[in-house]
């Protein structure tokens, strides 16, 4: 496999992407038309890392999908970032599902993702964290972002 | 270095070893700035700035160096600075080696072409693996990233423009990726051969970036980056050093502090600093 794959299925109209790998300066989204989608729900747990040029070239391929209605889940940090950092990033129209949330034990320093979903950990407007999140130890660990950045996307 | 600021809380306490590692560089609080005489070579510290407010000072001032004090690391930061300093072609000769010389260890990568891009990420992640911290694995991935793509792609197309002769990347010449890291913080540099950075253009982007926001201001034109590296670097390190010898060689560091969680990494209060011969 090389550094990069996208894996699309399409039901119809609603098209669901998966997105593996590293996105950048050497992607090329031409191959993968989202021409026709009224639905697209991109999963983005596999992305490895995206660089300047990637951004672009995302921002790019994604406005393809014209009017369709755009989700990402399983985002990780590196898109959550983007997402709040780059507008455009996350099309106007354009939601997330899911997103991972790192979390930190001082006492063990053990890292740890934490899975946020709409309607459960958050809403459109609100961050209800998980009452206890908790180290291979059992040593509480606390949410390990600047809640007012890291959220900025869910509180505009 | 010397104090010129007198009753600043900011810069009480220093060792005076420390001060002696540049003993004639004018260390300054940002509170004082107009009475700076040489801002130039003079280091300026600050506590509470946000990032666009230390490129304007730097843009509008004239100013080569804001140093933030992060306490943890203020002192380091100060004896990396004095290096710089004190010996800046000691810089354009061993990069990140020269800032953090007492370090537990050194990775220096050559490369000089496009396909050798995998291999050197496989060898600088493993580097940082070693701080057993995810956070500062994808930082410093992040910073790869943008820092070889201006090697690579954007220094050679800059070096052309000005019509540079020199030999390139297919003739030989190689760029240089240097890490170091200690207990408290993680350096990467890069080397490139084309001294084809702009200073004040790349502080000038940093300043759209911060005014208007990255969504704003990127290229989506296919020719040229994208032109938001710059704050992609910036947002993943606490201090960025900007090296330069025209048309000769380009050094930029990345400086990421170790020993915090990814939340206390990020309220870190970041540090810019150009050297240009």
Redesign the interface.
């Known amino acids: 496999m090389g ?1 990069f794959e996208i894996k699309i299925e399409k039901a119809g109209a609603a098209f669901t992407v998966q997105v593996i790998g590293v996105i ?2 050497d992607v090329d989204f031409n191959s993968y038309s989202l021409a026709g989608a009224t639905s697209l729900e991109l999963n983005l747990e596999a992305v490895k ?1 995206i ?3 990637g ?2 070239e995302w ?2 391929w994604i406005g393809t999908a014209g009017t369709a209605q755009v989700t990402y889940l399983l985002c990780p ?2 898109i959550v ?1 983007q997402i709040n ?5 996350l099309p106007a129209n354009g939601k997330v599902k899911s997103f991972f949330v ?1 979390y ?1 034990c ?1 006492e063990s ?1 053990e ?1 740890k993702n934490i899975l946020f979903t709409h309607g459960k950990e958050y809403t459109d407007s609100t961050v209800t964290p998980p009452a206890a999140v908790k180290d291979d130890s059992g040593n509480e660990m ?5 809640e007012a ?1 890291y959220f900025k996307f869910i509180k505009k | 270095m010397k104090i010129l600021s007198q009753g600043s809380e900011l810069l009480k306490g220093i060792p005076k070893e420390i001060l002696d590692l540049a003993p004639t560089t004018p260390l300054i609080d940002i509170k004082d700035i107009s009475t700076a005489k040489s801002p130039a070579t003079s280091i300026f510290v600050a506590s509470e700035l946000e990032p666009l407010q230390i490129v304007e000072h730097i843009l509008d001032q004239s100013i080569s160096s804001v140093l933030q004090m992060n306490k943890k690391y203020f002192l380091e930061d100060l004896k990396m600075l004095a290096r710089l300093k004190q010996d800046s072609e000691g810089y354009f000769k061993n990069y990140a080696g020269h800032l953090f010389p007492d370090t537990a260890e050194k990775i220096i990568l050559e490369f000089g072409h496009a396909n050798e891009k995998e291999q050197l990420r496989a060898k600088i992640l493993e580097f940082a693996q070693k701080t057993k911290s995810q956070s500062v694995v994808e930082s410093t991935q992040a910073i790869f990233e943008e820092l070889y793509m201006n090697a690579i792609l954007d220094a050679p197309k800059e070096a052309l423009k000005r019509n540079q002769k020199m030999n390139h990347y297919d003739q030989g010449v190689k760029a240089t990726f240097c890490l170091v890291r200690s207990d408290l913080q993680l350096a990467i540099s890069c080397s490139d051969p084309y001294g084809s950075l702009d200073c004040q253009k790349f502080l000038k982007r940093l300043r759209e970036i911060y005014q208007k926001g990255a969504g704003q201001v990127i290229n989506l034109k296919k020719e040229g980056g994208a032109g938001i590296g710059c704050s992609l670097m910036w947002e993943n390190s606490a201090s960025i050093i900007l090296g330069v010898i025209p048309n000769k060689k380009t050094v930029v560091t990345c400086v990421i502090p170790l020993g915090l969680s990814n939340r206390q990494r990020a309220e870190v209060k970041k540090s810019l600093h150009l050297v240009e011969l």
């Open positions: 550094k950048d300066e890392s660089n300047s040029c951004i672009r921002i790019k940090k590196i970032d950092m780059v507008q455009g990033f790192p930190y001082d320093g890292e606390e949410m390990d972002v600047v950045k």
